[in-house]
């Protein structure tokens, strides 16, 4: 998936930190924070590429022909950072930091700012994120630190409170139908809307990993699961047989509808409007303290999954428990 890394919902924050560079007063570091699905990600890189750059334009973007930005576009600068898990899932350790650390005390080579990214913060183990705290304290100059986070809350308090925050939410409605529409067919945007919770990044998402599919033969299996009209170890074996991530959060999208519903939500708050009357029939007579309970067990079985535990085991926990629970409802 490739779009334009402009959004038009991050226009706001950027013009602030526009502003700021010019007044010079920049922080020393930024926590850029909000759901996933807001390009986060794109925004800091846009702000390390023009931080890059000599001659910004009059938005205050790199200007995208000079030597630095051919660098940046590369990814070749030497004053930009990127840091990360070794592998997606896994934790941001101590060594990472310390490296870190060891090139913000450098100056940088072309005479401007370094910036050092990190994606996602709340990846940094404690004694990674223990690390960071002297760079927070004891910035060097013209250095940036940009923490980008869809968990801040994961983040200790008090790398936190060491960073300006810059917080994205989900953009109006509208804005979002607009720019999708650019993007994808318009018969799609209602349903994609509503599994994304309006994230439009998460949107698009949704549209290549299918998740609206995904959703329908999820909700299908749970239910001839409780009607015991399918064998459990062959469901096991279907779920085995997708990718893990995209059956957790298919679960955890149908059991949030469940729950919804169950408490009395209106249509327009659950992930899949169009099988409002399955959902509802489904959850008929399911007591909400199992499903919450269930959705629990998902999150403790993700996770789990980052320690590779057996994949096989972790679905027959989660089949075993929704058939106690459909047999506890009365099926």
């Known amino acids: 998936m490739t779009v334009d890394e402009h959004y038009p919902w991050h226009a706001e924050a950027w013009q602030r930190l526009v502003t700021a560079r010019l007044a010079g007063r920049l922080p020393h570091a930024l926590l850029l924070t909000g759901p996933a699905g ?7 890189r846009r702000l390390s590429n023009a931080l890059m750059c000599p001659q910004p334009d009059e938005a205050g973007d790199a200007c995208g022909t000079c030597r630095a ?17 070794e592998e997606p ?4 350790k101590i060594d990472a930091i310390r490296q870190l650390i ?31 705290l002297k760079t927070l304290e004891e910035p060097a100059s013209c250095s940036l630190l940009v923490l980008v986070s869809s968990h801040p809350d994961r983040l200790p308090a ?13 953009p109006e409605e509208q804005l979002v139908r607009d720019w999708l529409s650019r993007h994808t067919a318009p018969a799609d945007i209602d349903e994609l809307l509503a599994v994304s919770g309006g994230a439009p990044l998460t949107a698009l998402r949704a549209r290549d990993e299918a998740w609206l599919e995904e959703g329908r033969c999820l909700h299908a299996e749970l239910a001839a699961l409780a009607a015991r009209r399918s064998d459990p170890v062959e469901i096991v074996e279907k779920w085995e047989a997708r990718p893990l991530t995209l059956v957790f959060d298919s679960l955890k999208r149908c059991l949030c509808d469940l729950i ?72």
């Open 38 to 44: 807001l390009g986060k990600a794109a925004f800091a």
């Open 69 to 85: 930005c051919h660098l940046s576009s590369a990814g070749s600068h030497p004053d930009q950072s990127w840091v990360g898990p």
């Open 89 to 92: 899932g896994k934790l941001i």
């Open 102 to 132: 060891a090139g913000g005390a450098l100056a940088a080579q072309d005479a401007g700012y370094r910036v050092f990214v990190l994606d996602p913060a709340e990846a940094m183990n404690r004694p990674a994120a223990n690390a960071l």
């Open 158 to 170: 008090t790398v936190r409170s060491r960073c300006h925050g810059v917080r994205f939410a989900i």
């Open 260 to 331: 919804r519903l169950g408490s009395g939500a209106i249509e327009d708050t659950i992930y899949f409007p169009a099988l409002r009357a399955d959902l509802q029939s489904l959850g008929r007579g399911l007591e909400l303290n199992s499903l919450y309970r269930l959705y629990d067990a998902v999150l403790g079985l993700e996770r789990d999954a980052e320690r590779n535990l057996n994949e096989k085991m972790m679905l027959e926990h989660l089949v075993n428990q929704w058939l106690q629970i459909t047999r506890l409802g009365g099926r």
